[in-house]
């Protein structure tokens, strides 16, 4: 009866209103006949939202009087993500026993002044929905929270706590030393070699000092570092000065409210009134080789064997990210892009880069081939990570000497245009994140007191020409090459041999070599 009632309703709708559009332009009385370019008849047109100016949000920056950096961008949507970025990391400790930053990140969100416990911070925060996490770099120590916005309050008053007022109990530093214990031995024992791989060639590149000092905390030091050792560390490199407070998806008066009245006039746990001590050295780049003679062949993943591979990182010295070579050394590394051998994809996964169409796609025998560009205030390293069988080791150096030598060669139009466009859909891609924009408005504010905004950041890699390329590939090939090799090395070229073919106009190891080795 009801079934009936609803089709009599139907009928007597149809008759006083006629057929709905989709049904009086419809074959058959089921799909509608109308081509997808058209539009439907009698459904009314849309209205878009419309954004005033190109940047609807700009980043917005104001130095407080005791040299805190407040930076802040709003952005649609009810979470925030919040954070302080300092000016401090393991390029620092070069007057302090190495891993010191390592110990900070172990240590972050545990107990302090106010909480009791890394628990407390955690229910605090849980009641805005938020996350904590903290990372440090050779540069920069990075803490940072993502939580309600309504909660911002909360949030900066935790900031406060965990970087100006932690207790580094003994049960916590036992803890911390247990926890870089396990991490150090994980380090050598994962399958992927690449955050080894990247300690060693920034070890061979800068000897010593700045950006090559080890970032995770030699076995030696994990029972000498303490309580007071940090706090000494801190008093010199946790100053407002080298601090910026980051926000994203929050008003800029807001942030600015809340830093005044939790982050300025506030005495730090660890303030002795000591004069302080910075380490203003400038990167000293050196080159040089660094070897890890290991055996590979037991590294296995789960119950699936991975094949024993010999695994090389050759660099050069690029330039720092304050430079403006800085973008046409990304493009260059865009161009030559590369990957695993097993990558899945096509061509917006960079198919089309230099080392897959002339090393991965040529060398069936070649399981990685990966260019990355690390860059500094001071200073950068181009370089490219290599993987194959340990018999092959000598014919995959002379593979990537090439690729080097030939960066200072004729750049096609299209292979530029490529490496350019998905520089720029790349960098717009992680821009849609919240945490990225945070992190990107941290870093450059930290590093220059401003932000260049992406579509600014687009102009630039338009402008850069086939010229630029081969510019600042040429001047690259000059610097002695830095080299990192884990593994088998039985068959690795000396590094005399891995200079000179860096040095030629082909990229060859020297003949005598390649014949009577």
Known sequence: MAANMVRNRAWIGIRRYGLPA?????????????????????????VFARVDGQEKYETKVTNLENGLRVASQNKFGQFCTVGLLINSGSRHETKYLSGISHFLEKLAFFSTKRYGSKDEILLTLEKHGGICDCQTSRDTTMYA???DAKGLDDVVSLLSEVVLQPQFSEEEMKMTRMAIRFELEDLHMRPDPEPLLTEMIHAAAFRENT???PRFCPTENIEKIDRNLLHSYM???FTPDRMVLAGVGIEHDQLLECAKKYLLGVKPVWESGSQRSIDKSIAQYTGGIVKVEKDMSDVSLGPTPIPELSHIMIGLESCSFLEDDFI???????????????????????????????????HHWMYNATSYHHSYEDTGLLCIHASADPRQVREMVEIITREFTLMAGSVGEVELERAKTQLKSMLMMNLESRPVI?????????????????????????????????RVATKMLR???????????????????????????????????????
């Open 22 to 46: 989709y049904r009086r332009f419809s074959s058959g009385g089921t799909y509608p006949n109308i081509p997808l370019t058209s539009p439907l008849p009698g459904v009314p047109k849309p």
């Open 479 to 517: 610097s002695k090459p830095a080299v990192a090799a884990l593994g088998n090395l039985s068959e690795l070229p000396d590094y005399d041999q891995i200079q000179a073919a860096l040095s030629s106009k082909d990229g060859r190891l020297p003949r005598s070599y390649r014949l009577f080795r």
């Open 438 to 470: 945070f992190e990107d408005i941290g870093r450059q504010v930290l590093a220059t007191g401003k932000r260049k905004l992406p579509h600014e950041l687009c102009t630039l890699i338009s402008k850069v020409k086939a010229s630029d390329i081969k």
């Open 211 to 213: 950006v090559g000092l």
């Open 235 to 237: 008093n010199n490199y």
């Open 145 to 147: 929270m993502s939580a």
């Open 328 to 362: 046409p050394f990304a493009v260059l590394n865009m161009m030559m892009g590369g990957g695993g051998s097993f990558s899945a994809g096509g061509p917006g996964k960079g198919m089309f880069t230099r080392l897959y169409l002339n090393v991965l796609n040529r």
